[in-house]
T-cell receptor, first 114, second 113 residues
């Protein structure tokens, strides 16, 4: 069965620090990749997505992610975090024709200290 | 456009009862998916409806069921509630004309006592 792994469960950073959150998936076929964010008390929002083309994807709020097919990875990055980035981040995958079924990683809680 | 709406936002039930949750998708979206979010299991796919038909179901017992109406609104039902059903239930809608992006509602927080 396909799975998504997020290796960092909790990350604490100071403002202006750089961020990289790891995400690996296990499926070898065609995949679509997503990063969602859940701010405290708010609903899940899409940060960015990859379907095809340029493996470096830019999303909202200065986030970007790079799809490395050979490593089955889709890591999320931001050069300089802000206190308002404190949230939980979820990597997710859909596979092949099952485009409606998101398979989520366990999430990474990010705390940014001012 | 209004976002995905879910009602009620909070619900408290006791073991053995049943519950119905409602989801109204974004206008024009015909696909509605349901997910369960718990601290232990994370976000798990329950099922997806498109044009009033369930297209797939996740690994949940038959106590979990759903349906979709002709206006694309969806309901999810859980019968014979168990303590472990306490969770945040999320609904997501998708415009099948675009590439797979799902928009999530705020969720219904179900507590089973």
């Amino acid at each position: 069965a396909q799975s998504v792994s997020q290796h960092n469960h909790h990350v604490i950073l100071s403002e202006a620090a750089s961020l990289e959150l790891g995400c690996n998936y296990s499926y070898g076929g065609t995949v679509n990749l997503f990063w969602y964010v859940q701010y405290p008390g708010q609903h899940l929002q899409l940060l960015l997505k990859y379907f095809s083309g340029d493996p470096l994807v830019k999303g909202i709020k200065g986030f970007e992610a790079e799809f490395i097919k050979s490593k089955f990875s889709f890591n999320l990055r931001k050069p300089s975090v802000q206190w308002s980035d404190t949230a939980e981040y979820f990597c997710a995958v859909t596979q092949g024709d099952s485009s409606y079924k998101l398979i989520f990683g366990s999430g990474t809680r990010l705390l940014v200290r001012p | 456009k209004a976002g995905v709406t879910q009602t009620p936002r909070y619900l408290i039930k006791t073991r053995g009862q049943q519950v119905t949750l409602s989801c109204s998708p974004i206008s024009g979206h015909r696909s509605v998916s349901w997910y369960q979010q718990t601290p232990g299991q994370g976000l798990q796919f329950l099922f997806e409806y498109f044009s009033e038909t369930q297209r797939n179901k996740g690994n949940f017992p038959g106590r979990f069921s759903g349906r979709q109406f002709s206006n694309s609104r969806s309901e999810m039902n859980v019968s014979t509630l168990e303590l472990g059903d306490s969770a945040l239930y999320l609904c997501a809608s998708r415009d099948t004309g675009t590439n797979n992006e799902q928009f999530f509602g705020p969720g219904t927080r179900l507590t089973v006592l």
